[in-house]
T-cell receptor
Framework: DVKVTQSSRYLVKRTGEKVFLECVQD?????MFWYRQDPGLGLRLIYF???????EKGDIPEGYSVSREKKERFSLILESASTNQTSMYLC???????????FGPGTRLTVT | GENVEQHPSTLSVQEGDSAVIKCTYS??????FPWYKQELGKGPQLIID?????GEKKDQRIAVTLNKTAKHFSLHITETQPEDSAVYFC?????????????FGKGTHLIIQP
C-alpha cells in the first residue's frame, strides 16, 4: 500500500514564525503536491514537484515556498506565517503521468 | 485556468436510495476526471475516475458519467449505505492526473439517513 505521511497532524504557530511542513512518501513516486483545504473552498493547489529539486507553482503559491532535496520528501515552507494561512494542508504523491494521487492525512495548522 | 463547479454542497438521502453529485468544468482541454471521498480526519481517497475517451465507468455501486460536449460529469451512488457518508470531491486535470495538479470542486457533504 502507498503510504504518504505528514510530520504533524496539528500545529500551532505564531504570526511571523517560519513554518516547515514535511511530507514523506514510501512508493518511489516522482510527483508530489501540496494543497490547502478550507471549508467551502475545496482543495487548492499550492506547489507541486515532478522531480528532485524541481518545483512548479500551483494556483495559490503566494506566501509559500517548497523544497525537494530527496525523491521521497517534499517540504512546504511558510517564510513568515500569517493568520490567513490557518488551514488544513494536504500532501499527495503520484507515479507517472496518468495515475491517481495518493493523499496524506493532513496537517491542521493554526496561526495565532 | 480550469474552474470546477460542484453541486450540491450538501446532499441528504435515505439509506438504500441513490445519490447523484454533479460537476462542470471550464477547460475543454481537461481529459481526466477523478472523484475523491474524504472521511472525517482523513485525507481524500480516490474512489473512481474517468478519462475523456470514455463516456461512462462503473465499479459496483459507484458510476461516473462524462459529457464532454456539455463539459460536465456526475457521480452516481446506488443503494447507499451508512459508510457512504463523507465529503466527496470532483476534480479535473489536463495532464491525466499524475504529473500535474488537480483542480477540485468545493465538495459535497453526503449524509445517509438511516
Amino acid at each position: 500500500d502507498v503510504k504518504v505521511t505528514q510530520s504533524s497532524r496539528y500545529l500551532v504557530k505564531r504570526t511571523g514564525e517560519k513554518v516547515f511542513l514535511e511530507c514523506v512518501q514510501d512508493m518511489d513516486h516522482e510527483n508530489m503536491f501540496w494543497y490547502r483545504q478550507d471549508p467551502g473552498l475545496g482543495l487548492r493547489l499550492i506547489y507541486f514537484s515532478y522531480d528532485v529539486k524541481m518545483k512548479e507553482k500551483g494556483d495559490i503559491p503566494e506566501g509559500y515556498s517548497v523544497s525537494r532535496e530527496k525523491k521521497e520528501r517534499f517540504s512546504l515552507i511558510l517564510e513568515s506565517a500569517s493568520t490567513n494561512q490557518t488551514s488544513m494542508y494536504l500532501c499527495a504523491s503520484s507515479f507517472g503521468t496518468a495515475n491517481e494521487q495518493y493523499f496524506g492525512p493532513g496537517t491542521r495548522l493554526t496561526v495565532t | 485556468g480550469e474552474n470546477v463547479e460542484q453541486h450540491p454542497s450538501t446532499l441528504s438521502v435515505q439509506e438504500g436510495d441513490s445519490a447523484v453529485i454533479k460537476c462542470t468544468y471550464s477547460d475543454s482541454a481537461s481529459n481526466y476526471f477523478p472523484w475523491y471521498k474524504q472521511e472525517l480526519g482523513k485525507g481524500p481517497q480516490l474512489i473512481i475516475d474517468i478519462r475523456s475517451n470514455v463516456g461512462e465507468k462503473k465499479d459496483q455501486r459507484i458510476a461516473v458519467t462524462l459529457n464532454k460536449t456539455a463539459k460536465h460529469f456526475s457521480l452516481h451512488i446506488t443503494e447507499t449505505q451508512p459508510e457512504d457518508s463523507a465529503v466527496y470531491f470532483c476534480a479535473a486535470s489536463k495532464s491525466g492526473g499524475g504529473a500535474d495538479g488537480l483542480t477540485f470542486g468545493k465538495g459535497t457533504h453526503l449524509i445517509i439517513q438511516p
